[in-house]
């Protein structure tokens, strides 16, 4: 095994995540500290106006490239605050566009950069790979999910509600199926800071405070992507022309029927056998009114993966260390039920700009013959 940083900036536009885990990309050792490096509101605002229109913008574009580099050294500093010997850096970047449908999905990011002033191996780049096969590009977390839950009963389904919320299904024999389900928190969060001027609806309280309105609740669920079967996957943007459909409401009915809009799109998600059991990681695993309403339209028990041992804040920065050492040993990420590529892939760019040779060989010595 050696010792790899994961680094995920997630949908919800929150901050970098960045978690520490021994692996030999197949099972998993040891885990080491993890920490959160939030955005500033600033950096969050210029992230939020280049999704707003990430498919016109060209890569050398001068405002691209400077929130591409403070994004970059704002995973520096999170490599240094865990200040942890790792030898190996899986950096997954911030989605800006997500369009497998046109065979497009952007990670911003400069692995170079950040090869260069770590002085480590950095692995960039996951879902490309994917994507020219013919895939999702996501999710990509199942066989992470998989590696974890190897002595766990099954079928066990793995919730993550992040901006986005997507699933895995483990299923008996090694049989896994995933897909994105749905919006996640990133329509709450948007319609909290809108109202509240807060980034997120804390607790669940405005939700709490609202009525769910049934007739915008079913207008949402008429979006063709819940018709679709898995593997799909969505775009942070996927559902935000929906929020038209909430013009009329008040902050807090508009936040209890996006939380419904979450649970419902997660409950009604057609799925191939039935787990016995969910498992909830994500941030939103910290909203009362997300996990209340999964528990009571879910029909066998949903719980936080902390009642398995699992860090639900780290899992996906300790997914990406851990995809990180399987693309170095040229293992699949993905799977035909997965993300619906045609044959297994491996994904992943190692860069190694400004690396020592004898940090490089620590590395490229798991390379595949
Ligand atoms: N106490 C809380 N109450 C309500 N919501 C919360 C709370 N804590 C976190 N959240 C939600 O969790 C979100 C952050 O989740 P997370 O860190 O899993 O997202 P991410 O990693 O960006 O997402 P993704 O999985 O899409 O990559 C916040 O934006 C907020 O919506
Ligand atoms: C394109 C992209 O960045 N997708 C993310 C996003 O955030 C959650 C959901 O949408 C999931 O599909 C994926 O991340 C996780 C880590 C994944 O690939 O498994």
Known sequence: MIRVIGLMSGTSLDGVDAACL????????????AVTVPFSAELRGRMRDIYGHAAMI??????????ERELTLLHVQAVRALDWPAELIGFHGQTILHRPEDARTWQIGDAGLLSRELGLPVVHDFRSADVRAGGEGAPLVPVFHDALAHDMARPLAVLNIGGVANLSLLGPGGRLVACDVGPGNALLDDWAMRHTGVPYDRDGALARAGQVSQRVLAALMSDPFFVRGAPKSLDRMSFHRGMELLSDLSAEDGAATLAAFTVRAVANTRLPFLPRRWLVCGGGRHNPVLMEGLSHSLTVPVAPVEAVGWDGDALEAQCFAFLAMRSVRGLALSFPDTTGVAQPVTGGRLHLDGVAEAAARVVTAWRPA
């Open 58 to 67: 060209s890569p050398g574009d001068p405002e691209l490239r400077a929130v």
């Open 22 to 33: 021994e692996t030999d990309g197949v099972t998993i050792g040891a885990t080491g500290p």
